[in-house]
T-cell receptor
Framework: SAVISQKPSRDICQRGTSLTIQCQVD?????MFWYRQQPGQSLTLIAT?????????ESGFVIDKFPISRPNLTFSTLTVSNMSPEDSSIYLC??????????FGQGTRLTVV | RKEVEQDPGPFNVPEGATVAFNCTYS??????FFWYRQDCRKEPKLLMS???SGNEDGRFTAQLNRASQYISLLIRDSKLSDSATYLC??????????FGAGTTVTVRA
């Protein structure tokens, strides 16, 4: 099974600031994803992090708000920009091997005040 | 319509009981189906994949009905440690996963 290290595990941020979340996988993976899980709700896909090219965003999510980097096959970052209290959520990175099991990082619990 | 819809629960059952719940999915072209378990303040982890013929893993049984586009999970002989949120997950055929909102199960002593 894959090991995914995600940090920070939690943060409290002032509105208007930005936070970058890092995700490190212990082996090279083709596909990495970023999800948001708002309180009491399920996971919503933000974007697919593509190695060597721009991320692919899902409807309702834009690059200016959630810039993503994927410099190599084991690492990705998600930035939550110009934060507002509505961005308070858990953010999770994931790697998926196509139609088989997906592994998740431990999540970043973000509170914007 | 949501891509994946689940019984929200919560299901509150005594130890040893059987509990079952379903989810439905909207994309008839979906090929892969899973149940994930998410404990409070933790990341989701795969409980079991769901196969067309139905499959069992110890006390857990999953069924898939492609014609009706629903998936079920049954837990027999519930343990306290089974208390969690169970997420129904469907592969969208583009290697992306769609998650249901989760069914909360609480097993009481």
């Amino acid at each position: 099974s894959a090991v995914i290290s995600q940090k920070p595990s939690r943060d409290i941020c002032q509105r208007g600031t930005s936070l970058t979340i890092q995700c490190q996988v212990d082996s090279q993976v083709t596909m990495m994803f970023w999800y948001r899980q708002q309180p009491g709700q399920s996971l919503t896909l933000i974007a697919t992090a593509n190695q060597g090219s721009e991320a692919t965003y899902e409807s309702g999510f834009v690059i200016d708000k959630f810039p993503i980097s994927r410099p190599n096959l084991t690492f990705s970052t998600l930035t939550v920009s110009n934060m507002s209290p509505e961005d308070s959520s858990i953010y999770l990175c994931s790697e998926s091997r196509g139609h088989t099991e997906a592994f998740f990082g431990q999540g970043t619990r973000l509170t914007v005040v | 319509r949501k891509e994946v819809e689940q019984d929200p629960g919560p299901f509150n059952v005594p130890e040893g009981a059987t509990v079952a719940f379903n989810c439905t999915y909207s994309n008839s072209a979906s090929q892969s189906f899973f149940w994930y378990r998410q404990d409070c303040r933790k990341e989701p982890k795969l409980l079991m994949s769901v196969y067309s013929s139905g499959n069992e893993d110890g006390r857990f049984t999953a069924q898939l009905n492609r014609a009706s586009q629903y998936i079920s999970l049954l837990i027999r002989d519930s343990k306290l440690s089974d208390s969690a949120t169970y997420l129904c997950v469907v592969n969208r055929n583009d290697y992306k996963l769609s998650f249901g909102a989760g069914t909360t199960v609480t097993v009481r002593a």
